[in-house]
């Protein structure tokens, strides 16, 4: 057995409450997932369980809070009702190594599981799952590397380029994974600023059409977030690194007009996106000073 396999199931032991119990009452973890010679349950055995037990319980509290650091507001929201369900997270969900972030770990196991509870309505409110998903979407962009690089070459692009008088058929607009868009079915702008204030509504029902918000990463800066509609959305999606300026205002035509006014709005959108960070401007292959896309 692996050093790496001795830790596997002493950290389940730490975190699943059952399995400590098995090995209190001297039953056998199964040979198929862990491989134990009887010198090894031997020494799992000799353990203080009083202390073991001690230990543990430290543990999940330790893990519960590390997870919501990293998502405060789902704290302020659920705190009590999670704490409710530590020993199913801890069984559910134990600490196995990996390369990432502990916060970023905790957390992540932690909104899988917050999110499979609230759809069984053992969490309440049911909006708590949209909660939940926006601060994942804010994480996930917070700590990603590739995140990072796209904020950084699209600031590198854009630094390129500057304002020139290329016209839309000169400049390509470029989106990148620093960006995404995700879709909610509450509102939860309002909500987040409740809660903030410390209240909590009794009664949210969902939106009738869906929410559509925009989060990006800046390069030196926290995640932004800004609500968006459709239009919007669309156009972020045709911004793919292969279309111009113009091209992109022929992708939306049937939504947008195919007219002079219209394009000009295509491009007045593109040109705030762009001033904020979310697409990067390159030249097209057809300008002088060409260059390849970053993504």
Known sequence: MTLLDMQRVFSRILTDKAFQQSFINGDAPSPAIYQLTEREL???????WDRVGLQAEL????????ALKALPLTGLLLHGQLHDQLDRFCAEHPPTPQAASPVWAEATRLCEFAGKLIAEGTLRPAWARDLIRYERCVLDLTVSSQSAASAILVAELNADVGRPPAGPDDLVPVAGPHAEITQFSYPLPDLIKLLRSGGLPDDVRPLDLPLLILFYKSPRGPVQVVRINEAT???IGACDGDRTI???AEQLSRTVGSGAKARTRVAATIAQLRDAGVVGLRRSSKAADSRPGPF
Request: aromatic content about 0%; proline content about 0%.
């Open 233 to 235: 959305a669309a156009l």
């Open 42 to 48: 031997g020494i799992l055995r000799g353990l203080r």
């Open 246 to 248: 113009a091209g992109v």
């Open 59 to 66: 543990l999940a509290h330790r893990r519960l809070e590390v």
